[in-house]
């Protein structure tokens, strides 16, 4: 059974930083592309920040330089540093795994708030 259990989501100020965390268990992690996902209120999901297996790297515009995506094949965990939180980046954020299948983790909220 396929499970992504996102974690590391909460309520900051604008300005600061959290780091989300999503472990993975029961694909070959290190074979698997990782994506980190959002949806707003009203919106649609989009992709924010892309691993492939081989460790490159993509980011949406609007969050370049501000997030950072990582991965530890090691304990099957993708990562994703957030720095400099503005509000508009409130939203549930997935994790996914990619490769012949997607697989999808709950979310986890972010809510950038004063």
């Known amino acids: 059974q396929v499970q992504l259990v996102e974690s590391g989501g909460g309520l900051v100020q604008p300005g600061g930083s959290l780091r989300l965390s999503c472990a993975a268990s029961?694909?070959?992690?290190?074979?698997?592309?990782m994506a980190w996902y959002r949806q707003a209120p009203g919106k649609q999901r989009e992709l924010v920040a892309h691993?492939?297996?081989?460790?490159?790297?993509t980011y949406v515009d609007y969050v370049k330089g501000r997030f950072t995506i990582s991965r530890d094949n090691a304990k099957n965990t993708v990562y994703l540093q957030m720095n400099s939180l503005e509000p508009e980046d409130t939203a549930v954020y997935y994790c996914?795994?990619?490769?012949?299948?997607?697989?999808w983790g709950q979310g986890t909220q972010v809510t950038v708030s004063s």
């Open positions: 029961g694909i070959a992690f290190s074979i698997y592309a």
């Open positions: 691993i492939s297996s081989g460790g490159s790297l």
């Open positions: 996914s795994a990619g490769r012949i299948v997607t697989y």
